[in-house]
């Protein structure tokens, strides 16, 4: 982390802020200064992830305060409009704005069962792809349309920042594929409407990141040395959220080695890591 309190006096929501992405985002944008509000679906005691019971926003908010930042947990489920309105209507009567959103809520994954997946794409689940909508560019499109609305809109400017991926080339699984071009779509559309009222809203791809789902997955053998902790992009996004000038980046998908590049951020062994979204994605 790095002690600089570029933030300070801001308000910033992290969405699935439980773990791996998310959490270390909430870390940085702490530790960087502003007050962090997480959310997710994981609560202590109640994980949506059997096989992660500690990772809840919960934990994220004890060890942001152990850290000696400033955060708190909402329980919220960013598919539900009605539960993402309340949301919004309480940062509005606490906190009076919102400056910084981070829709990183994913999952696209908790129906998922590799075992019925076939060799041609007509074998997949056919409920797959309306999951991964709904888990993931849904979910982005009414939390950044609430927000707008009732608090980035009316109150004061902001900065939205999306989490996302490259789609490959070549491509790879048919639905996720699908649901991550539409959440880069989004980035750039809604870039394109607030651009004249000065609200960026940017994507950014991370690599291959050593999350604690990552971990139930693969081995640490085949982990090291090809991918990066999450705190990489989450230093890539407190950067941007400290930038005066972000607006040059709306619309746009940005890789973390090129935050890195631009900001001159490490991860947290003080590497670089080159294997990008972008790279990772075209090499397979």
Same mark, same amino acid.
């Given at each position: 982390?790095?002690?600089?309190?570029t933030?300070?006096?801001?308000? @910033? #929501? *992290?969405?699935?802020? %439980?773990?791996?992405? =998310? !959490?270390?985002?909430? $870390?940085?944008?702490?530790?960087? &200064?502003?007050?962090?509000?997480?959310?997710?679906?994981?609560?202590?005691?109640?994980?949506?992830?059997?096989?992660?019971?500690?990772?809840?926003?919960?934990?994220?908010?004890?060890a942001?305060?152990?850290?000696?930042?400033?955060?708190?947990?909402?329980?919220?489920?960013?598919?539900?409009?009605?539960?993402?309105? @309340? #949301? *919004?209507?309480?940062? %509005?009567?606490?906190? =009076? !704005?919102?400056?910084? $959103?981070?829709?990183?809520?994913? &999952?696209?994954?908790?129906?998922?069962?590799?075992?019925?997946?076939?060799?041609?794409?007509?074998?997949?689940?056919?409920?797959?792809?309306?999951?991964?909508?709904?888990?993931?560019?849904?979910?982005?499109?009414?939390?950044?349309?609430?927000?707008?609305?009732?608090?980035?809109?009316?109150?004061?400017?902001?900065?939205?920042?999306t989490?996302?991926?490259?789609?490959?080339?070549?491509?790879?699984?048919?639905?996720?594929?699908?649901?991550?071009?539409?959440?880069?779509?989004?980035?750039?559309?809604?870039?394109?409407?607030?651009?004249?009222?000065?609200?960026?809203v940017?994507?950014?791809?991370?690599?291959?990141?050593?999350?604690?789902?990552?971990?139930?997955?693969?081995?640490?053998?085949?982990?090291?040395?090809?991918?990066?902790?999450?705190?990489?992009a989450?230093?890539?996004?407190?950067?941007?959220?400290?930038?005066?000038d972000?607006?040059?980046?709306?619309?746009?998908?940005?890789?973390?080695?090129?935050?890195?590049?631009?900001?001159?951020?490490?991860?947290?062994?003080?590497s670089?890591?080159?294997?990008?979204?972008?790279?990772?994605?075209?090499?397979?």
């Amino acid at each position: 982390m790095n002690n600089v309190q570029t933030l300070t006096g801001k308000i @910033a #929501l *992290v969405t699935g802020a %439980s773990r791996g992405l =998310g !959490k270390a985002v909430a $870390l940085e944008l702490a530790e960087a &200064g502003a007050y962090v509000i997480c959310t997710a679906r994981s609560t202590r005691g109640h994980s949506t992830q059997n096989e992660l019971p500690a990772t809840t926003i919960d934990a994220t908010v004890d060890a942001v305060r152990k850290a000696g930042g400033k955060a708190e947990a909402i329980q919220c489920d960013h598919t539900d409009a009605v539960a993402v309105k @309340a #949301l *919004v209507d309480y940062i %509005s009567e606490q906190h =009076g !704005k919102l400056d910084i $959103l981070v829709n990183n809520a994913w &999952g696209g994954h908790d129906p998922h069962d590799e075992s019925v997946r076939g060799e041609e794409v007509w074998e997949e689940p056919l409920d797959q792809f309306k999951h991964m909508l709904l888990a993931g560019p849904y979910s982005d499109y009414i939390t950044s349309l609430l927000v707008l609305k009732y608090l980035m809109g009316p109150v004061q400017k902001g900065l939205i920042i999306t989490t996302t991926w490259h789609t490959a080339e070549p491509p790879m699984w048919l639905p996720y594929e699908g649901s991550k071009a539409a959440k880069n779509r989004l980035v750039y559309v809604l870039g394109y409407h607030l651009k004249e009222k000065g609200i960026p809203v940017i994507a950014v791809a991370p690599g291959w990141m050593r999350t604690e789902l990552m971990f139930t997955h693969h081995t640490r053998e085949e982990l090291e040395g090809q991918t990066e902790t999450p705190h990489y992009a989450a230093r890539g996004i407190a950067a941007l959220a400290s930038d005066p000038d972000v607006m040059r980046f709306t619309g746009k998908l940005m890789d973390v080695s090129d935050l890195a590049d631009i900001y001159g951020i490490t991860d947290l062994d003080g590497s670089q890591p080159r294997l990008n979204a972008k790279h990772y994605s075209q090499e397979g």
